[in-house]
């Protein structure tokens, strides 16, 4: 008979601890039994830590119940013109990633914020951005569809397109009425230096006017939302209004137009999740709208809601929940919990979390760290649901300035979240 001599178990710290032989075997069986209890969790390297930029993961799970992730890569991001679109399949009961593989690549320009979809007709579609002239506000909203993409190496790409957008008057009027909503909260449009908020947006009210610069610079995220209606939501934001909107197809993505959009305090990249009666709330990042002086900022999440089905959008507020100026999501589980991944600190993103709630987000009583080192950079989360009802999670991961880079895979339990502290 063959006797196992090493075993592991995931404790509550997340550590794999191992015990060899016998005695630690039998020493071991009953505080075994009490930690191995604990929700399955399991977290992964989709590749060796390496010296680029890998950035702003997007993870799907495929039909076939395999994973497909794919990322941005380079020796920078909107600047360096060697930025590409990679991703990696992770084979159903397979124990590691595949090879990396190219996804997408705009002849001489950066290609960056990778978003993976697969549409009520299982076509899979990439989202992404190739960015002219070196500005985010410039930015071309780019798409490629495939039916073949479980195969081993890249998916067979069968179409690609540009998605162009006019959000329209429409954009400028609810701009401005969004904007005197908000400016009693903000300083003045007279700063001297011209670089408060309040002149910031005073500026904008007036290039929302200009089509040419409402037409580009929409930049992807988040996952898509496919509403009970069939309506599909791509949500998109813009660097150069600091706003966000949806992209919106009411005929399974073969048309799309804007809706109108959702305004805050220098807010961006929306997180899209439906309430039981109908109600969409959307999660903002916010946006430091000058790289020197975020002194402006509340620091927080920022919260938008709409009752027409991402139509239109209320003004965003600022949630209790800390933002660094770092993206988020969040996901609705199909028994009705939701999660948020996100940074829980006001200041930088060496801490990345889970947080889960039972009240579709009135409050959020259950935390869990995924990764907390000082000195380390864990953020640009993406999550998912899969069939078998785990939650899948990619995320930058770079645990120390001179460590290196890679895309972290974290496979989890919902109760693992809830099992760090039961009691709540």
Known sequence: MSIPTQFSCVHADGIKRRARGWLPILLFGLATVMTCAEPFYQERLIFPLQPKHVHASSVIECPDGSLLCAWFHGSGERTSLDVVIQGARLKKDAASWSEVFPMADTPNLPDCNPVLFVGPSRELWLFWIAVPADRWEDSLLRFRKAQ??????????????????????????????????????????????????????????????DKSKRQRGWMTRCHLAVLPSGRILLPLYSDGFLAGLMAISDDQGKSWRAGGPIIGAALNQPSVVRKKDGTLLAYLREEAFDAADDRQLTHRIQ???????????????????????????????????????????????????????????????????????????FHYPSIIQARDGRIQVTYTYQPGADAGRSIKHVSLDPDWIKAANPGT
């Open 148 to 209: 073949d993409y479980t195969g081993e190496g890249p998916p067979k790409w069968a179409w690609q397109d540009d998605l162009l957008l006019e959000p329209g008057d429409r954009f400028a009027v609810e701009m401005a009425d969004k904007f005197h909503q908000l400016r009693p909260t903000l300083p003045g449009p007279n700063d001297p230096q011209g670089r408060s908020l309040g002149a910031v947006m005073a500026r904008l009210q007036l290039e929302a006017w």
């Open 303 to 377: 919260l938008s809601q709409s009752r027409d089905e991402g139509e239109t959008w209320s003004l965003a507020v600022p949630t209790d929940l800390p933002n660094p100026n770092a993206s988020i999501e969040v996901l609705a589980l199909r028994d009705g919990r939701w999660v948020l991944v996100y940074n829980d600190t006001e200041n930088d993103r060496h801490s990345l979390s889970l947080l889960m709630s039972d009240d579709e987000g009135a409050s959020w009583k259950w935390k869990r760290h995924l990764d907390d080192m000082p000195g380390g950079r």
